[in-house]
Structures are given as structure tokens and as C-alpha cells.
């Protein structure tokens, strides 16, 4: 079992939708949770960081953490053709300083 | 901009040759990971210095190895360079390592073993 794990995708939307991207866990020791966007050919940037279960919300993006079912999801509305990229699920994991990724999840917003 | 750079962008190499990429750390960041992305995958961990120390190695054999000076800028070095070396190669700063701080990426640098 893979320590986060994504669908690989590719997730298509239309314009204006709302983007639901999930991600899960295996380390129930892993408290810190991220989602980084990267775009094709550049280096991960940051969009949500979440330590506490709920709702985090950031403009239109949305990340929830469900500790108890090891599940982080990241919810972007309205999507934009510029939200079109590979979204990464990020947690730290072995109770250390090592950040493990998914293998990420395409998104593609369609006009 | 993170703030954090990387050098060089590109590198051709090949294969048993000998590899030294350079990362800068953010201001006031004493932290430094490096990652390997393989296309279509997600950033893999190497190691991590903090204050010019080793503080964690992922599942990466002993040709992979670094250094982080006192300005705290960093150095991953790849000895006896093979084929599957090929990936985008990623520095990432943070202030400390309670293992929960953000980390910032650098813009990478792209390796091509032949």
C-alpha cells in the first residue's frame, strides 16, 4: 500500500464546475497535509496547507481533512482552464521530517 | 517566486559520469529536502540537512549524496550516474523541521542520462 495515495486521472471539468480532487493516507500518525499544483514542465507551488480536521478554505479552494478515515480532498470551484494541471497530495509521514506525494491527479478544465 | 533557486535548469550527462546540482535556499529558511521526479510521478524524498546535517534519507543508494554550507545553500551530488537518473531533480526550503512547515520549491533541474 502506497503512503498517499491519488487517482491518477485525467479528471475533466467544464468551465465554471467545481473540481474534486481526493487523496489518502496511510500513516494515522501523519498530522500535516498539503496540496501543491504543478504545472507541465515547472515545480510544484503551493496551494493549501491542513492540520486540523474540517474545512480549510482559501478564495475558491477548499481543502477537508478527515482524519478518522485517512482521506484529504481538495475542492477548487468555479474552475478556470488556468486551474489545468496535475494537483499533488502531500503529507509528512514515518513520524519524521519526510514529505511523501501521491503520484498526483491531471485535472483538465474544458471550455 | 519562492525565492529559492536552482542550478543549472538543464543537464546532459552520461551514464557512470558524476553530477553536482546546486540549490538556494529562502531567506531565513535553515532547512533544505531534495526530491526526484520521474515523469509522471510524484516528487520522491532523498534526504534532508538541516544546519549542515543529514536529517533524513528516503530510499536512495549511497551515490546520492549532499552537503549544505553555513548560508545554508545546498549541493545533491550523484555519483556512477545511471539511465533511470533521468528526472527533474527538486530543492525545496522550509524554516525548520518539526514536520510541519510548508515547503518551497525551486524551479528544478531537468537531468538527462544517456
Known amino acids: 500500500q502506497k503512503e498517499v495515495e491519488q487517482n491518477s486521472g485525467p479528471l475533466s471539468v467544464p468551465e465554471g464546475a467545481i473540481a474534486s480532487l481526493n487523496c489518502t493516507y496511510s500513516d494515522r500518525g501523519s498530522q500535516s497535509f498539503f496540496w501543491y499544483r504543478q504545472y507541465s514542465g515547472k515545480s510544484p507551488e503551493l496551494i493549501m496547507s491542513i492540520y486540523s480536521n474540517g474545512d480549510k478554505e482559501d478564495g475558491r479552494f477548499t481543502a477537508q481533512l478527515n482524519k478518522a478515515s485517512q482521506y484529504v480532498s481538495l475542492l477548487i470551484r468555479d474552475s478556470q482552464p488556468s486551474d489545468s494541471a496535475t494537483y499533488l497530495c502531500a503529507a509528512y509521514t514515518g513520524g519524521g521530517n519526510k514529505l511523501t506525494f501521491g503520484t498526483g491527479t491531471q485535472l483538465k478544465v474544458e471550455l | 517566486e519562492t525565492g529559492v533557486t536552482q542550478s543549472p535548469t538543464h543537464l546532459i550527462k552520461t551514464r557512470g559520469q558524476q553530477v553536482t546540482l546546486r540549490c538556494s535556499s529562502q531567506s531565513g529558511h535553515n532547512t533544505v529536502s531534495w526530491y526526484q521526479q520521474a515523469l509522471g510521478q510524484g516528487p520522491q524524498f532523498i534526504f534532508q540537512y538541516y544546519r549542515e546535517e543529514e536529517n533524513g534519507r528516503g530510499n536512495f543508494p549511497p551515490r546520492f549524496s549532499g552537503l549544505q554550507f553555513p548560508n545554508y545553500s545546498s549541493e545533491l551530488n550523484v555519483n556512477a550516474l545511471e539511465l533511470d537518473d533521468s528526472a527533474l531533480y527538486l530543492c525545496?526550503?522550509?524554516?525548520?523541521?518539526?514536520?510541519?512547515?510548508?515547503?518551497?520549491f525551486g524551479p528544478g533541474t531537468r537531468l538527462l542520462v544517456l
Open positions: 525545496a526550503s522550509s524554516p525548520a523541521t518539526s514536520g510541519r512547515e510548508t515547503q518551497y
